[in-house]
């Protein structure tokens, strides 16, 4: 046995010898590539590989790695269980159950948004929000006694983000039936605290919907919003995370009185919607915002009408060039941007009530307290 800095390890009989990595090498370079249950492992080998890996430092590096490339994964709430899936094809039916740490049934949990290993759920029979890791099965509520962290479904919209302090925050936006109340709750003070809000009426009536969760991009949380009724006005909402801020962006101009609904997605860290627009013979544009300006980047002309923001989110995976749209009622669709096609990757189970959401395993903690 050899002795490395505290931590033990065993060598071959033989006379093959292992090369000296050195702590700071293994620290820096491998251990924040491997996949988060092999980290969780690595925790155990001695105190100082604890104290490591346990740093602030080392989750957020080992969150940049998980976060690349094809590592997406698929988590799935039924009406009994709940498990992660891939989303390669061949591998979609092998299955990794989760237990939840809630004590409810599954199908009382609602998925509401999804950040780095992180997820942000509602309680049905409560209305409760919780921050929730559940690979590392770290939780945390973030309802407190003066009404704040409980939300609405269907009528409210919820978003996780990062600011530039790199603290994770949740953003509720809750609408009552003439207002527009705006917390944000920090993961670092376990705190909420009131934001301003725009000061146009038009959109704290209930004649505008808000798509129910936002979409988290460079430094920006966005989401869409749109009037109920055919060819209403549709336009995009943007929350600087820095500032703290409001602001209106416009909306692709498709055509006059045409009706349309977008899809926002962050597709290498730039701002994309995906355009529904036509009425019988629907087509699908993707545009890019970029320079305070959208751009079509490309139309798809064989792919079918995308579900509303209401009730789906879509995920770019970059790695395959593919996006995924996770609806409320458990659909999934993959598109392929390469193809320009759009092909049901899972169905829908109706008798099991099963919801999604993209889900990257990290170690990422709900809870700093």
Known sequence: MKKLKGCLY???????????????????????RLPAKCVGRAKKVCKEWLSCISSKEFVMMHCRHM??????????????????????????????????????????????????????????????????NPLIRSCINISDSKSYGFFKIYSDAVGLYID????????????????????????????WKRIPFLQKRHYHTNGYVWSGGGTFCEDGLYFTVFQFWLAGDIVI???????????????????????????????????????????????????RYE???????????????????VWCSITHVSSEEKCFVMTDWGEVYEIDLNKKTCDLFIPSDWNHAIRTAMYVETIVPASLQ
Not at 10 to 32: R, Y
Not at 164 to 191: C, E, P, Q, W
Not at 291 to 309: A, C, G, N, Q, R
Request: glycine content about 6%.
């Open 67 to 132: 976060c690349k490339g094809s590592r997406q994964k698929i988590l799935s709430i039924g009406q009994e269980s709940c498990f992660i899936s891939s989303t390669t094809v061949d591998l979609v039916d092998e299955k990794t159950m989760i237990t939840l740490p809630f004590h409810v049934r599954p199908s009382d949990v609602w998925i509401l948004s999804s950040l780095n290993g992180l997820l942000c759920v509602c309680l049905r029979n409560t209305f409760e929000m919780l921050i929730w």
């Open 291 to 309: 320079d305070e300006h959208w751009s079509k980047v490309m139309l798809f002309p064989k792919i079918s009408y995308i579900p509303t923001p």
């Open 164 to 191: 530039s302090s790199n603290d994770y925050r949740v953003l509720h936006i809750k609408r009552g039936r003439f207002t527009v109340d705006v917390m944000a709750y920090s993961r670092r003070t376990s705190h």
């Open 237 to 287: 909402i943007r929350f600087d995370v820095n500032t703290e801020t409001f602001s209106e962006i416009g909306f692709p101009y498709v055509g006059n009185g045409e009706t349309c609904q977008g899809n926002l997605v962050n597709m290498n860290n730039k701002l994309h919607v995906f355009v529904s627009h036509g009425f019988i013979d629907m087509a699908v544009d993707l545009w």
């Open 10 to 32: 065993s060598a071959s009989e033989s006379n093959t010898k292992l090369p000296d990595l050195g702590p700071d090498l293994i620290m820096s370079e491998i251990l924040p």
